[in-house]
């Protein structure tokens, strides 16, 4: 009987700790999904509904945080982040960007933290402490930014000047510059134009298999020009895409006549004055 007894005071031991750990894990479970920093104190609170944000390197990263003082004191915080080189921290409140923020006792102010990556940052996860310290009290959050590689591209010309001339009925060689800006390789670039009615345009090479980030490669579009064309200023749209990224070049090119042209209009108006001075000499005797 007594080992009956034992066995079922034991089992009923092992039945209260099992219910008591499955709360415990219950409650975890339903504890609110943000980050927290909290003064033991006086149970100030510095907190943000989202840790971390995963977007691109050339977009912002934004934070809603939410700042709580709970002294019995008005609070000044003066904000401040730390971030590797280049990255850039704003804090904003009420629409306005700040660097300290005064809180009256019990109240609680909502705060925006915007953080931009340096141009250039490299495909990783960056952990960016940020604090709220007044009074000799720090409150701190530690926000994570998962930066993603991105697709940039940009088409100019090697000297960035984007205008030229030319002779109607002639060709002109236009250098071009295919740059890849952003942090990831882009594939299959191809190039196409548009030009003034009966202009045409050629690219070589026609098509750029690979360009690593970072890299630049020279392009030359060959520009014909019908003959006939009147003199003037004409502009052609240059495009490079592939199928992630899309950049456009305007060139702007300054038709001018041929000496043959000019020539020939000379020889046309001193025909026409010396017919006009035949009639005179015939016609006038009459």
Known sequence: ?????????????????????????????????????????????????????????????????????SSAQAQKYELRAEG???????????????????????????LTIEIRPAYGAEPSK??????????NKKLSLELEAVVEGSY?????????????EITEGEKA????????????????ITFSSQNPPNWQATFSPSEIQQLDPGKSVDVIATLSVPDKTLAGDYVSKFTAKNASS????????TVKTSMLSGWVGILVILLAIGFVFYLIRKFGRR
Not at 41 to 52: K, P, Q, R, T
Not at 126 to 135: G, I, M, R, T
Request: one cysteine or more; a neutral charge.
């Open 126 to 135: 960056y952990v960016l402490p940020v604090h709220a310290e007044a009074d």
């Open 84 to 110: 590797p080189d280049g990255w850039r921290v704003a804090f904003k409140a009420r629409g306005s960007q700040v660097t300290s923020l005064n809180v009256e006792p019990g109240k609680t102010e909502n």
């Open 173 to 188: 060689e236009i250098l071009l510059q295919v740059k890849n800006t952003g942090s990831l390789a882009l594939n299959e």
């Open 1 to 69: 009987m007594n080992t009956v007894g034992n066995f079922s005071k034991k089992s009923s031991k092992q039945g209260l700790d099992c219910l008591f750990t499955l709360l415990v894990i219950v409650f975890v479970s339903l504890l609110p999904l943000k980050a927290l920093a909290q003064d033991p104190g006086d149970g100030s609170s510095f907190s943000a509904s989202l840790l971390n944000i995963e977007a691109p390197v050339n977009e912002t990263f934004r934070y809603q945080a939410t700042l709580k003082n």
């Open 152 to 164: 940039e591209l940009e088409l100019t010309t090697p000297t960035g000047r984007l205008s030229g």
């Open 246 to 253: 899309t950049s456009t070049a305007t060139y702007r090119m």
